[in-house]
């Protein structure tokens, strides 16, 4: 049983998203918050899998939300993000606090169901397009090289580079599969190698350290 606890300032999008997701016999949503600091407290109290969290939110808004709930826990809980719209300047932010991707709060019942599975197994929930969109739009002037840098990114080899451009390219692991001409679970295991010598929790930080690094610029393919 996936376990959600949702967070959002409007009865009426709480109540909403409660029957959509409790139609699912593996969704149970275990709590509700009305703010930021009302979600850390929940996600503390009841450990859910998934957090379902509005950015916009009174006295907490679910970015502070985010960075706290993550930091206090054992990684268990994921943070799924919702906005009202896609060009949200606070999506960025949220990626960066760990957040496992965004959702829009017209999103269809299906993909909302989707979302919330594909995030509590440990993957990230943006479509690659759309990774590639929201960090072109929100990281025009991406970081020079610097302190910042991940310790490890020195030690990736060369075919671990290529593959981690290629994620920030918004390619899924078949389609850079083809391109390498190496097979699929050849690059599970590259992507798997990146995420632990960085430190990543999911393909939209390895998106984000790539723009961050300048391995990858807005703009290109």
Same mark, same amino acid.
């Given at each position: 049983?996936?376990?959600?606890?949702?967070?959002?300032?409007?009865?009426?999008?709480?109540?909403?998203?409660?029957?959509?997701?409790?139609?699912?016999?593996?969704?149970?949503?275990?709590?509700?918050?009305?703010?930021?600091?009302?979600?850390?407290?929940?996600?503390?109290?009841?450990?859910?899998?998934?957090?379902?969290?509005?950015?916009?939110?009174?006295?907490?808004?679910?970015?502070?939300?985010?960075?706290r709930i993550l930091a206090a826990g054992s990684g268990a809980?994921?943070?799924?993000?919702?906005?009202?719209?896609?060009?949200?300047?606070?999506?960025?932010?949220?990626?960066?606090?760990? *957040?496992?991707?965004? !959702?829009?709060?017209? &999103?269809?019942?299906?993909?909302?169901?989707?979302? =919330?599975?594909? /995030?509590?197994? $440990?993957?990230?929930?943006?479509?690659?397009?759309?990774?590639?969109?929201?960090?072109?739009?929100?990281?025009?002037?991406?970081?020079?090289?610097?302190?910042?840098?991940?310790?490890?990114?020195?030690?990736l080899t060369e075919r671990e580079v290529t593959v981690l451009?290629?994620?920030?390219?918004?390619?899924?692991?078949?389609?850079?599969?083809?391109?390498?001409?190496?097979?699929?679970?050849?690059?599970?295991?590259?992507?798997?190698?990146?995420? *632990?010598?960085?430190? !990543?929790?999911?393909? &939209?930080?390895?998106?984000?350290?790539?723009?961050? =690094?300048?391995? /990858?610029?807005? $703009?290109?393919?």
């Amino acid at each position: 049983m996936i376990t959600v606890l949702i967070a959002d300032d409007q009865a009426l999008v709480r109540d909403g998203f409660r029957s959509l997701l409790e139609r699912e016999d593996d969704l149970e949503v275990v709590g509700e918050a009305t703010d930021g600091f009302e979600a850390v407290a929940e996600a503390e109290r009841l450990s859910p899998d998934v957090v379902l969290m509005d950015i916009r939110m009174p006295r907490m808004d679910g970015v502070q939300a985010t960075r706290r709930i993550l930091a206090a826990g054992s990684g268990a809980t994921k943070v799924l993000m919702l906005t009202t719209f896609d060009g949200d300047s606070h999506v960025y932010d949220a990626m960066r606090a760990g *957040a496992a991707g965004f !959702l829009l709060k017209d &999103v269809h019942r299906q993909d909302l169901v989707n979302a =919330v599975r594909v /995030v509590a197994a $440990g993957d990230a929930l943006l479509a690659p397009s759309l990774t590639r969109r929201l960090i072109e739009q929100f990281c025009q002037q991406p970081p020079p090289l610097g302190p910042g840098i991940p310790d490890g990114l020195a030690d990736l080899t060369e075919r671990e580079v290529t593959v981690l451009a290629c994620i920030a390219g918004g390619r899924s692991n078949a389609e850079i599969a083809h391109e390498l001409f190496l097979s699929e679970s050849t690059i599970k295991s590259h992507v798997g190698h990146i995420f *632990a010598k960085l430190n !990543l929790r999911d393909r &939209v930080q390895a998106v984000i350290v790539a723009y961050e =690094v300048g391995l /990858v610029r807005p $703009g290109t393919s």
